[in-house]
């Protein structure tokens, strides 16, 4: 299969990273820094923001949350947190929490495998990942199945490839890897077929540690240098209505003492695990993020923290989650609006709820995509490829959300509008009745004025029928087969692999690592 495709893209126009339009165009595109130029939109006014943000620190103070990991609650206790052990309920005072805020991180540089892939996470930045966490992965050709390690690396690859995805994450489990050794796996697939920001889970310490410790033979780096900066990051997700598990807050823990990335994301969906209105349900969400930022804390402070958002509704009917729902898009307009409250980095989420690649998965991506850029999102999560609520993650949507991602990077550059671009020459060169395409201005410039599709088709109905009238979702099976085929690791990257091949031996003659829960 791979090899059809890859005699097929010798054929065709190549598409995809950098702006690599095929032998006709010259245009190089910036996809990799990206900064939000538009101006966030408020859904609650200043007063109502204020409130909300109270109102959470009256949950954490009055209510509290509970703790299950009894380091966790040591720390709290230790700063002056009230803590039930009967009921492992832990009250934390607002001075807590706002001298929390007030050594979090606002701007997070991280380093990844090479330095063009570097990134710095603060509002007004703007970075995408695809979808995460699918124990399922779905195409055309193989249909809906358990995602395997040669899934997982594809997606990897496909990441790699597309310049306007900016940093790695668990795309699909592995299924097909005992949880003892997935995290090997899935390392060694990041840091041997790609440059970019890994992630690691927080699945225990034993897990944590040894993700770490591969980063640093991966890079080449001492113990000292690693802590130093930020290499990875890892999701730390709270179990709505306030709960903060196990391994949830043992990674938090484990990130804040290391200096890595922790991007603390409650999970609340209103109606089911949140109150059912908008503000009720990011007033839990705050409240919980909030909890475990200052944990993080706690534990270093100015430990790299980026506020979470992914609230959401559910079906009132059948209780299913949804996505890209008008409250979805709510509720994140007023994560932004919380987030520059406090000023930190933040992450949202997007994705879809539908079953299959189809026009509902396309509207819903697009909508929550959306919210995610109007409400300044610094890091938006699960914006390609994520079907199902997150049960499965599609190849050809993978694909076709790049498209939307790559128009939302083109939107984000400057648009000139010096003499030259405002072309009263042009304007004179052409008389009445006439066609600009032979003018001068133009031939000067239709090699790089306008962005190039990657899925998109618009040829005319004809040409569309004689080349076979393949849809959208058609055209990106053969681009992700046409990728995959030609891919090339980063040499840097897949340099490494030797040395993470001996680790990953010696790790699996000791048993490995169980995931703690």
């Known amino acids: 299969m791979v090899d059809e495709a890859a005699r097929e893209g010798r054929r065709e126009r190549r598409r995809g990273r950098g702006g690599e339009a095929g032998t006709e165009s010259s245009r190089r595109t910036a996809y990799h820094l990206l900064h939000n130029p538009f101006r966030p939109q408020p859904v609650f006014s200043d007063d109502q923001v204020a409130a909300i943000h109270d109102t959470a620190l009256r949950v954490l103070e009055e209510l509290g949350i509970k703790v299950l990991l009894p380091e966790a609650r040591e720390r709290f206790a230790r700063a002056g947190a009230l803590v039930?052990?009967?009921?492992?309920?832990?009250?934390?005072?607002?001075?807590?929490?706002?001298?929390?805020?007030?050594?979090?991180?606002?701007?997070?540089?991280?380093?990844?495998?090479?330095?063009?892939?570097?990134?710095?996470?603060?509002?007004?930045?703007?970075?995408?990942?695809?979808?995460?966490?699918?124990?399922?992965?779905?195409?055309?050709?193989?249909?809906?199945?358990?995602?395997?390690?040669?899934d997982y690396e594809d997606f990897i690859r496909l990441v790699q490839h597309f310049d306007v995805l900016h940093m790695l994450g668990p795309c699909v489990?592995?299924?097909?890897?005992?949880?003892?050794?997935?995290?090997?796996?899935?390392?060694?697939?990041?840091?041997?077929?790609?440059?970019?920001?890994?992630?690691?889970?927080?699945?225990?310490?034993?897990?944590?540690?040894?993700?770490?410790?591969?980063?640093?033979?991966?890079?080449?780096?001492?113990?000292?240098?690693?802590?130093?900066?930020?290499?990875?990051?890892?999701?730390?997700?709270?179990?709505?209505?306030?709960q903060l598990d196990i391994p949830m807050a043992q990674g938090i823990i484990d990130f804040a003492r290391a200096g890595q990335v922790s991007i603390i994301t409650p999970f609340c969906l209103a109606g089911a695990m949140a109150p059912i209105t908008v503000a009720g349900a990011l007033t839990?969400?705050?409240?919980?993020?909030?909890?475990?930022?200052?944990?993080?804390?706690?534990?270093?402070?100015?430990?790299?923290v980026v506020y979470g958002s992914f609230s959401s509704n559910v079906d009132m009917k059948s209780g299913a989650p949804a996505f890209g729902t008008p409250e979805h898009v709510k509720a994140t307009l007023g994560a932004g609006q919380l987030a520059r409250f406090t000023g930190l980095p933040w992450r949202s989420g997007g994705g879809s709820a539908a079953n299959v690649s189809d026009a509902q998965a396309a509207h819903e991506t697009q909508f929550a995509l959306w919210g995610s850029v109007l409400a300044g999102a610094t890091v938006c999560i699960h914006a390609a490829g994520w079907l199902e609520g997150g049960l499965?993650?599609?190849?050809?949507?993978?694909?076709?959300?790049?498209?939307?991602?790559?128009?939302?990077?083109?939107?984000?550059?400057?648009?000139?509008?010096?003499?030259?671009?405002?072309?009263?020459?042009?304007?004179?060169?052409?008389?009445?009745?006439?066609?600009?395409?032979?003018?001068?201005?133009?031939?000067?410039?239709?090699?790089?004025?306008?962005?190039?599709?990657?899925?998109?088709?618009?040829?005319?109905?004809?040409?569309?029928?004689?080349?076979?009238?393949?849809?959208?979702?058609?055209?990106?099976?053969?681009?992700?087969?046409?990728?995959?085929?030609?891919?090339?690791?980063?040499?840097?990257?897949?340099?490494?692999?030797?040395?993470?091949?001996?680790?990953?031996?010696?790790?699996?003659?000791?048993?490995?690592?169980?995931p703690v829960s």
């Not at 934390?92 to 929390?100: E, K, N, P, W």
């Not at 839990?284 to 790299?304: D, F, K, N, S, V």
């Not at 066609?435 to 004809?462: I, K, Q």
């Open 84 to 150: 039930d052990p009967d009921t492992d309920m832990v009250r934390i005072g607002r001075d807590m929490v706002t001298s929390a805020l007030a050594s979090a991180q606002k701007s997070i540089k991280t380093r990844a495998g090479s330095r063009e892939r570097d990134l710095t996470l603060e509002l007004g930045a703007m970075t995408f990942l695809a979808g995460c966490g699918a124990p399922n992965v779905t195409d055309l050709e193989r249909g809906r199945r358990p995602g395997t390690l040669a």
């Open 173 to 242: 489990e592995p299924q097909d890897v005992d949880n003892r050794f997935r995290h090997y796996a899935v390392n060694r697939a990041q840091l041997t077929l790609s440059d970019k920001l890994p992630f690691v889970f927080a699945r225990g310490t034993p897990q944590v540690e040894d993700g770490f410790e591969m980063i640093r033979l991966a890079r080449g780096m001492g113990e000292d240098e690693f802590l130093a900066g930020a290499h990875c990051y890892t999701v730390i997700n709270t179990n709505s209505p306030r």
């Open 284 to 304: 839990l969400q705050h409240a919980e993020a909030l909890a475990g930022l200052t944990l993080a804390q706690l534990t270093r402070p100015g430990a790299p």
């Open 392 to 514: 499965s993650v599609s190849y050809e949507k993978l694909i076709t959300d790049i498209e939307a991602l790559q128009t939302v990077a083109e939107l984000s550059t400057a648009t000139p509008g010096d003499d030259d671009s405002i072309g009263f020459e042009a304007i004179a060169e052409v008389q009445p009745g006439g066609h600009f395409f032979a003018a001068g201005h133009t031939m000067a410039r239709y090699r790089t004025a306008f962005y190039e599709p990657l899925v998109a088709d618009w040829s005319n109905f004809g040409n569309w029928t004689q080349a076979g009238s393949r849809t959208a979702t058609e055209r990106a099976t053969g681009i992700w087969k046409r990728t995959l085929a030609e891919f090339q690791p980063p040499a840097s990257a897949a340099a490494t692999a030797d040395a993470l091949d001996a680790f990953i031996a010696r790790r699996t003659q000791e048993g490995g690592a169980a």
